[in-house]
């Protein structure tokens, strides 16, 4: 009788990030997993040369999996109910840092050291 499936897609710009949901890898975007609870979920996203992203997203029940209604939607209903969550991201490229920049924050560094005054690297 009725059943309803529950799939979540990410997918990234550009593609080939890898990509887990609560700290489970669940492969390379696009990458796509079926979910059983709603609820809030946290998405990290890695690729080189990229910054690794981390998103929380909710998802919230529709209105065919609140109480009561779910034991319908679940297994009275005559055909299939389908919730698709599709979440996109948009990587960020990784900026270096100039080389006589890090060169001189390191000699800025070693002086405060050398002389007992050490603040924040920043």
């Known amino acids: 009788m009725g059943c309803v ?56 029940p529709p209105w065919y999996q609140m109480p009561g209604i779910d034991f319908i939607s679940e297994t009275l209903w005559p055909g299939d109910l389908r919730d698709e969550r599709i979440i996109d991201v948009e990587l960020v490229p990784k900026t270096l840092e100039p080389t006589p920049d890090i060169l001189q924050r390191a000699d800025s560094l070693r002086t405060q050291s050398q002389t007992g005054m050490v603040t924040s690297p920043r």
């Open 5 to 60: 499936r529950r799939r979540m897609t990410v997918r990234t710009n550009p593609p080939g990030a890898t990509v887990s949901v609560d700290n489970q890898m669940i492969g390379t975007s696009p990458a796509a997993s079926s979910f059983v609870y709603y609820g809030t979920r946290e998405f990290r996203i890695e690729k080189d040369g990229y910054r690794t992203e981390t998103i929380r997203r909710r998802f919230n």
